[in-house]
């Protein structure tokens, strides 16, 4: 198949996620417009991502306990569901939106589904920087009984009843957020902000607007370090310089 029919075949399949969104009220009709327009007028034909595996890698665990014992051994896990949640729709988006990365954001799928195994699907605090992703979470029988969970650079999870480092980290933002909400619109808002904010993605947080959860995006456009404000229904509700 050659470039353009490529880019048609993109564009349409990327229209038809749109209108799947819209049919499900993920988004409302001026958002489904603003782009669908957008991606008639695109020219340059798309790289859509990679959708990712059906089953993922097995990733090294290590589970320290309240009152600082461990489990001594490294164990392979291989988690029992088919792999993490398939991509939303929208994340296709990314293909319109020039969106480039200096951290790597589908090693938040491998924490998901790690987080989701131990049970901890209430998500209190989440930092994504291109060489770890720490955050703290809870199961939804003991909401006030957080534990801190951090993925480094070579894959392992390490989960701990212990409160982190930082007693501020612990404050939930905005209130927790369940994590199957944050899998299925984590694409959207990140796409979301990659269309109005020019630069390399270089951290994504999870922060509070008022008592709604949001993420917070820094990208670095040269010298410049700009901050985005997205809700989890894909809306960018603030920008300012870094």
């Known amino acids: 198949m050659n470039e353009q029919g490529r880019s048609f075949e993109a564009r349409d399949r990327y229209l038809d ?3 799947v969104a819209h049919a499900e009220g993920r988004i409302d009709d001026d958002e489904f417009d603003r782009r669908s327009q957008a991606a008639l007028r695109t020219d340059d034909p798309p790289h859509l991502p990679p959708e990712r595996p059906r089953r993922s890698r097995p990733m090294t665990r290590r589970v320290v306990l309240a009152g600082g014992a461990a489990v001594a051994a490294l164990a392979a896990v291989t988690w029992i569901t088919q792999g993490p949640p398939e991509p939303d729709p929208l994340s296709a988006e990314r293909a ?7 951290v790597d954001l589908s090693r938040f799928w491998g924490l998901e589904a790690s987080l989701r195994t131990d049970g901890l699907t209430l998500i209190h605090t989440l930092d994504i920087t291109p060489t770890e992703i720490t955050g703290t979470a809870s199961r939804p029988a003991t909401p006030d009984e957080d534990a ?3 993925l480094d650079s070579a894959g392992i999870v390490q989960v ?3 409160p982190p480092a930082d ?3 612990a404050a939930p933002a905005g209130g927790a957020v369940e994590l199957d909400r ?3 619109q984590f694409d959207v808002a990140v796409a979301a902000a990659g269309a109005e904010v020019p630069g390399e993605l270089q951290e994504v947080r999870l ?5 709604e959860p949001a993420l917070e995006l820094t990208f670095l456009d040269g010298d410049r370090a700009r901050i985005a404000v997205v809700d989890l229904d894909g809306r ?3 920008q300012r310089d870094a």
Not at 96 to 102: D, N, Y
Not at 207 to 211: A, H, I
């Open 17 to 19: 996620q749109l209108a």
């Open 96 to 102: 319109f939106t020039g969106l480039t990365e200096a």
């Open 148 to 150: 801190s969970f951090r």
């Open 160 to 162: 701990s009843a212990a």
């Open 167 to 169: 007693p501020a980290a």
């Open 182 to 184: 944050l899998a299925q």
């Open 207 to 211: 922060v509070g607007t008022g008592e």
């Open 236 to 238: 960018v509700v603030a």
